[in-house]
């Protein structure tokens, strides 16, 4: 149907449309094929671009044909012409034989008197000198432009409107925790956040970029809406966590009373390292660093039930925490970064995070 409609357009309509869909899906194509590695793709680009190169072949021989036109089309008018001019003479001829001699009192009429009528009689008719108008081949290619600017527009957005049917891995979301009871200690605590709200905060499609993995998609996306490790369920400590192929990002907010430098001193008797202070959005914030724990827990493939092994100590993980309010009146949020093998981004990436992360969150963290 496609290929009907468009062997009715005129050939300055879609010869320059063609041109401007191939190059543009032949370089779309292979950048697609450069960016992921993808012969197929590569070789598809190389026909589309090939395509438009044949395309644009055609269109400027036509160009040329317009510019230098053939003479026989002159040649033929002439010969019109000339057939026209020659054809009352054998008329004129017969016409003009010289008649028997006829009586002297029937005097005849001199021939020569019906040469006029003869002659407006076989006059040949005049060809006009005006040509026929063509077509303007630049408003038809600006007309192909347009339309082609519409098709494109169309195919641009259709992606992103419409529901695609390939198989590609799709972003883990977060879990629905609407109808998640809340502990005690989140009705004590003024506007806290919830595990289910930090992790919609976190799970940002520009996240994996922040972490300087950009091709990567989530895994893994999960909220939870605890307490706080011995404070017998009294302080509130939702946290979040959206894991990726390379890295592993957790996000909690800690409702208690402990300020930054309250922090960094009970920092100094653990196992941190790498402890450095600074400030994000204006807020007092430090930088530490520290190991996960690592359980392993075997099932028991014998039926004979599971069996928890000891607790070591995992991969180096690095974390920015950072205040609630400027005046460090208590309580801060902390954003931890882990990878299994051990490597780790920049802090930039930790400082890129919470700067989009925390605005993003209502009650004490926007104040």
């Given at each position: 149907?496609?290929?009907f409609l468009l062997?009715?357009?005129?050939?300055?309509?879609?010869?320059?449309?063609?041109?401007?869909?191939g190059?543009v899906l032949?370089?779309?194509?292979?950048?697609?094929?450069v960016r992921?590695?993808?012969r197929?793709?590569a070789?598809?680009?190389?026909?589309f671009?090939?395509?438009?190169?044949i395309?644009?072949h055609?269109?400027?021989?036509a160009?040329r044909?317009r510019?230098?036109?053939?003479p026989?089309?002159p040649?033929?008018?002439?010969?019109?012409?000339?057939?026209?001019?020659?054809?009352?003479q054998?008329?004129?001829?017969?016409?003009?034989q010289p008649?028997p001699?006829?009586?002297?009192q029937?005097?005849?009429?001199?021939p020569?008197?019906?040469q006029?009528?003869?002659?407006?009689?076989?006059?040949?008719?005049?060809?006009?000198?005006?040509p026929?108008?063509?077509?303007?081949a630049?408003?038809?290619?600006?007309?192909?432009?347009a339309?082609?600017?519409a098709?494109?527009?169309?195919?641009?957005a259709?992606p992103r409107f419409?529901?695609s049917d390939?198989?590609?891995?799709?972003?883990?979301?977060?879990?629905?925790?609407?109808h998640?009871?809340l502990?005690k200690a989140?009705?004590?605590?003024?506007?806290?956040?919830?595990?289910?709200?930090?992790c919609?905060a976190?799970?940002?499609?520009?996240?994996?970029e922040?972490?300087?993995?950009?091709?990567e998609?989530?895994?893994t996306?999960?909220g939870t809406s605890?307490?706080?490790?011995?404070?017998?369920?009294k302080v509130?400590q939702?946290?979040?966590?959206?894991?990726?192929d390379t890295?592993?990002?957790?996000?909690s907010?800690?409702?208690?009373?402990?300020?930054?430098?309250?922090?960094?001193?009970?920092?100094?008797?653990?196992?941190?390292?790498?402890?450095?202070?600074l400030?994000?959005?204006?807020?007092?914030?430090?930088?530490?660093?520290d190991?996960?724990?690592?359980?392993e827990?075997?099932l028991?493939?014998?039926?004979?039930?599971?069996?928890?092994?000891?607790?070591?100590?995992g991969?180096?993980?690095?974390?920015l925490s950072?205040?609630?309010?400027r005046?460090?009146?208590g309580?801060?949020?902390?954003?931890?970064?882990?990878?299994?093998s051990?490597?780790?981004?920049?802090?930039?990436?930790?400082?890129?995070?919470?700067e989009?992360?925390l605005?993003?969150?209502?009650?004490?963290a926007v104040r």
């Open positions: 149907m496609l290929g062997r009715l357009l005129p050939f300055w309509v879609r010869e320059p449309l063609l041109i401007a869909v190059s032949g370089v779309r194509i292979m950048y697609l094929a992921d590695h993808d197929v793709a070789g598809l680009g190389v026909v671009l090939v395509f438009t190169a395309r644009v055609t269109v400027v021989r160009l044909a510019r230098s036109p053939s026989a089309a040649e033929d008018g002439a010969a019109v012409d000339a057939a026209a001019q020659a054809q009352p054998p008329q004129l001829q017969a016409q003009t008649q001699p006829l009586p002297l029937a005097q005849p009429q001199p020569l008197q019906a006029p009528q003869d002659q407006a009689g076989t006059e040949p008719r005049s060809i006009p000198d005006t026929e108008k063509e077509h303007n630049w408003a038809q290619a600006v007309a192909a432009v339309v082609f600017g098709i494109a527009a169309v195919l641009w259709a419409m529901p390939d198989n590609s891995p799709r972003p883990a979301s977060c879990s629905d925790g609407g998640e009871e502990p989140y009705k004590k605590t003024p506007q806290p956040v919830t595990g289910e709200e930090l919609k976190l799970n940002r499609p520009d996240l994996a922040l972490l300087g993995t950009p091709g998609t989530a895994t996306a999960s605890n307490t706080a490790p011995l404070t017998d369920g509130a939702p946290e979040a966590e959206v894991a990726f890295y592993t990002v957790n996000v907010a800690t409702y208690n009373k402990m300020s930054t430098d309250q922090y960094v001193k009970l920092m100094k008797f653990g196992n941190e390292r790498d402890i450095k202070t400030t994000v959005l204006g807020r007092p914030a430090v930088l530490s660093s190991h996960t724990m690592k359980i827990i075997n028991g493939s014998d039926g004979s039930g599971g069996s928890g092994g000891p607790v070591g100590q991969p180096l993980a690095r974390t950072v205040a609630f309010e005046d460090d009146r309580g801060y949020y902390d954003i931890t970064v882990w990878s299994t051990g490597a780790l981004p920049d802090d930039s990436a930790l400082l890129g995070i919470a989009k992360v605005p993003t969150l209502h009650g004490r």
